[in-house]
């Protein structure tokens, strides 16, 4: 190895988005002496969002720390539960639409929009309400807007929700939120929502809720125990008590 390289060992947590050579317990990469250790961590692939503590030879460092020849360098995944400067809300991209829909459904404050309103709206969203972005776009996640960010790592809906539920253990509040648009529900009667019930639905139902920003009503029918079920799993394993968690 020459003075120009460096000894990288990365969390098992990260190999996804690397390269093989990088899957292992310790790797040679090029140090240019200028480049932050952020942009080589970044440049190997792997989102900033995800990256934990960073150690240098057993010392922690900074993400602005410029490596230089023979360094041992140590990048941690980011620790969970992941801590926010304000209340878990989130932003999703379009791919995420289920998963938008499971974490409103346990009461989990959820943006998403379709059709897609683009990478920079999105980040200027996050932004501007301090929204957590959720994606599988590295480019997205990558842009400096963003004011925070999580790669979601799996395809499926059920692993994506256990995912995003043990990295910021979001208090949960089901049957609160409209999975429709993300608002507020509220009790309603069954005279201020008959309009979107059929006539059966009228007859074998009495608990309403209708949602106070698009007016959707809601109330258990053909669906419920599929989704009871996805609610149940979620709060044996997640539902801590929260002193943040709506009354
Ligand atoms: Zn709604």
């Known amino acids: 190895m020459d003075s ?27 140090a240019d002496g200028a480049s932050t ?25 900074p993400a602005a720390h410029i490596p230089t020849g023979g360094e ?6 980011v620790a969970r539960p992941q801590q926010l400067s304000g209340p878990p809300r989130f932003l999703l991209d379009i791919h995420l639409g289920t998963l938008a829909r499971r974490l409103r459904l346990l009461g989990v404050d959820a943006a998403y929009e379709n059709p897609d309103i683009g990478d920079a709206a999105l980040a200027a969203r996050s932004a501007g309400e301090q929204r957590v972005m959720l994606s599988r776009d ?12 999580a790669y979601v790592y799996s395809h499926r809906p059920e692993e994506q929700l256990r995912d995003v539920l043990s990295r910021f253990a979001p208090p949960l509040a089901p049957w609160t939120r409209c999975t429709a648009c993300n608002g ?19 007859r074998t139902h009495d608990t309403f809720a209708q949602c106070s920003d698009c007016g959707q009503a809601y109330w258990q029918g053909a669906h419920h125990e599929r989704l009871a079920a996805i609610v149940d799993e979620a709060v044996r394993e997640f539902g801590t008590p929260s002193p943040t968690r709506a009354p």
């Open 138 to 149: 590295r480019g997205l996640l990558r842009r400096r807007e963003v004011w925070a960010g």
């Open 4 to 30: 120009t390289e460096i000894w990288l060992s990365l969390a098992p947590e990260l190999y996804v988005f690397v390269a093989p050579a990088h899957r292992a317990e310790r790797s040679a990469v090029r």
């Open 72 to 77: 041992e360098i140590s990048v941690q995944s």
């Open 184 to 202: 507020m529900l509220r009790d309603a009667t069954k005279a201020s929502v008959h309009e979107q019930l059929r006539i059966g639905t009228q």
């Open 37 to 61: 250790l952020g942009h080589v961590v970044q440049s190997l692939g792997v989102p900033l969002t995800e990256v934990g503590a960073l150690t240098v030879d057993g010392r922690q460092v």
